[in-house]
């Protein structure tokens, strides 16, 4: 049973513009909400959090945004790089279970 | 300050053979997290174990595959008589704190298992 669910597998986006990666939940029992990256033969690290206290968390190009009412969260990255090319994955800090990832592309 | 250590970074089994995936949490950490990633899939929860102790293990296959974290030296991940099936990417990732927090993972760069 999936409590964070990632629908998209995959996003291509423009240099430049916008790429938004969402992912919804079931347990709203959490505290935090978790994104990685992970490039290629590498192990994932981690890009951000959102408390459940809160409805917005911005660190310089990335924002994570958190609706508790649709059980929603997304990430926004603007403006998105070529380097930004990874599959994201979000988690909740109560078991630490992951989306099944989006594959990011961000075309030059 | 090393990171997350995990050995070896590739392994190559026949099956029916053993496997023995090793990680190093970082210096500090007593909370340990294996995940395996197939092909083309994402990263799946295995085990959660803290010193000694096997926390949460509902994403082990119930049969071949076994995990211990002891008291001195690092946690390893077994699987017994490799299948093809087996054959995936093995992550293990180290907290300081476990469920508490923000409890970000701090993951290895994965231990990569072929099975021929």
């Known amino acids: 049973d999936q409590q964070v669910k990632q629908n998209s597998p995959s996003l291509s986006v423009q240099e430049g513009r916008i790429s938004i990666l969402n992912c919804d939940y079931t347990?709203?029992?959490?505290?935090?909400f978790l994104w990685y990256k992970k490039y290629p033969a590498e192990g994932p690290t981690f890009l951000i959090s959102i408390s459940s206290i809160k409805d917005k968390n911005e660190d310089g190009r990335f924002t994570v945004f958190l609706n508790k009412s649709a059980k929603h969260l997304s990430l926004h990255i603007v403006p998105s790089q070529p380097g930004d090319s990874a599959v994201y994955f979000c988690?909740?800090?109560?078991?630490?279970?992951f989306g099944a990832g989006t594959r990011l592309t961000v075309k030059p | 300050n090393a990171g997350v250590m995990q050995n070896p970074r590739h392994l190559v089994r026949r099956r029916g053979q053993e496997a023995r995936l090793r990680c190093s949490p970082m210096?500090?950490?007593?909370?340990v997290y294996w995940y395996r990633q197939l092909p083309e899939e994402g990263l799946k929860f295995m085990v959660y174990?803290?010193?000694?102790?096997?926390?949460?293990e509902s994403g082990m296959p119930k049969e071949r595959f076994s995990a211990e974290f002891p008291k001195e030296g690092p946690s390893i991940l077994r699987i017994q008589q490799v299948v093809r099936g087996d054959s995936a990417a093995y992550f293990c990732a180290s907290s300081p704190q476990g469920g508490a927090g923000a409890n970000v993972l701090t993951f290895g760069a994965g231990s990569r298992l072929t099975v021929l």
């Open positions: 174990l803290q010193k000694e102790n096997i926390i949460d």
């Open positions: 988690a909740h800090n109560n078991d630490m279970r």
């Open positions: 347990n709203s029992m959490f505290d935090y």
């Open positions: 210096k500090g950490h007593s909370h």
